[in-house]
Nanobody, 125 residues
Framework: QVQLVESGGGSVQAGGSLRLSCAAS????????MAWFRQVPNKGREGLAS????????WYADSVKERFTFSKDSAGNILSLQMNSLTPEDTGVYYC??????????????????WGQGTQVTVSS
């Protein structure tokens, strides 16, 4: 089993920055791959970025590339997402997700096994 706890959401004006963190615990092999997803009303859960917590490879969706950046602690237990140049379109509930596997591409949300409770991000214009 894997437990994920997000923190760091909040409200910010357009152009601002926020940093989200996800604290992970549980079986390491079941959380080698971690990711951030975003959900907005009436839309599906959008994958933003994924990372290989063992070797550090990262993949970003085009919508956030060059604005969002991963970082992780040396123990591989905390995954952070630095979000810069935020726009109102970034508003939504942000979820941390995890799964096992050797290749940690940013696959669809149904392929991820474990989820955090979500944290709200609101960007005002």
């Amino acid at each position: 089993q894997v437990q994920l706890v997000e923190s760091g959401g909040g409200s910010v004006q357009a152009g601002g920055s926020l940093r989200l963190s996800c604290a992970a615990s549980g079986v390491n092999t079941e959380r080698r791959c971690m990711a951030w997803f975003r959900q907005v009303p009436n839309k599906g859960r959008e994958g933003l970025a994924s990372v290989d917590m063992l070797y550090g490879g990262a993949w970003y969706a085009d919508s956030v590339k060059e604005r969002f950046t991963f970082s992780k602690d040396s123990a591989g237990n905390i995954l952070s997402l630095q979000m810069n140049s935020l726009t109102p379109e970034d508003t939504g509930v942000y979820y941390c997700a995890a799964r096992g596997g050797r290749i940690c591409y940013l696959t669809g949300w149904t392929e991820w096994s474990y989820w955090g409770q979500g944290t709200q991000v609101t960007v005002s214009s």
